[in-house]
């Protein structure tokens, strides 16, 4: 069963528009949020994050908003570039009895066009 | 300063055969994640190191895998036998400690690329 769940595979955006990545969540022991970004052949590196106890946290052109009651939370990049065409992971925090664990969605591949 | 290392980079091997990947993190992070992840989906845990105590390694299927963390740095990830259903990019990650919190970002390889034939 999924925890983290990123039900759109794919996205394709216009350079200069906005665009909007989702992930949606079951666990509501889930206490920190995180996006990463992946380009092919490459690791995931971290792009942005948000504790439980706030709702939007903006660095940038990225913004993470969080809706705990929905269980809901999203990254919007405005502008959008052609250099933010990667796969993006969402991912949460989950404390446990061995300390805490990043579990990841399956990732939604951004495509941004010129 | 140097990301984590990981090598192989990429690794081709016949179902049966042993397979070991090596990792080194980033310099004075205490903890060390491996990583699996399977074409269309996202990274899966492991095992996690703190210095060289492996502290969670429920999802490692012990039959063929095994890791290990000699003197807290450098770690090794084998598989031994290797199936088909093995082939996927491992992924090492480091942090300064335990926990995914502000400030205590986790940091990933670019990964070794397994295919079993």
């Known amino acids: 069963d999924q925890q983290v769940k990123q039900n759109s595979p794919s996205l394709s955006v216009q350079e200069g528009r906005i665009s909007i990545l989702n992930c949606d969540y079951t666990?509501?022991?889930?206490?920190?949020f995180l996006w990463y970004k992946k380009y092919p052949a490459e690791g995931p590196t971290f792009l942005i994050s948000?504790?439980?106890?706030?709702d939007k946290n903006e660095d940038g052109r990225f913004t993470v908003f969080l809706n705990k009651s929905a269980k809901h939370l999203s990254l919007h990049i405005v502008p959008s570039q052609p250099g933010d065409s990667a796969v993006y992971f969402c991912?949460?925090?989950?404390?446990?009895?061995?300390?805490?664990?990043?579990?990841f969605g399956k990732g939604t591949t951004l495509s941004v066009s010129s | 300063e140097a990301g984590v290392v990981q090598s192989p980079r990429y690794k081709i091997i016949e179902k049966k055969q042993p397979v070991a990947f090596w990792c080194n993190p980033i310099?004075?992070?205490?903890?060390l994640y491996w990583y699996r992840q399977n074409l269309g989906q996202g990274p899966e845990l492991l095992i996690r190191?703190?210095?060289?105590?492996?502290?969670?390694d429920s999802q490692l299927p012990k039959d063929r895998f095994s890791a290990e963390r000699l003197k807290g740095v450098d770690s090794t990830l084998k598989i031994q036998p290797a199936e088909l259903g093995d082939s996927a990019v491992y992924l090492c990650?480091?942090?300064?400690?335990?926990?995914?919190?502000?400030?205590?970002?986790?940091?990933f390889g670019e990964g070794s690329w397994l295919t079993v034939v």
């Open positions: 666990n509501s022991m889930f206490d920190y």
């Open positions: 948000i504790s439980s106890i706030k």
């Open positions: 990650a480091s942090s300064l400690m335990t926990g995914a919190a502000s400030g205590n970002t986790i940091y």
């Open positions: 310099s004075g992070h205490n903890t």
């Open positions: 190191y703190e210095n060289e105590e492996a502290v969670d």
């Open positions: 991912a949460a925090s989950q404390y446990n009895q061995a300390g805490t664990a990043l579990i």
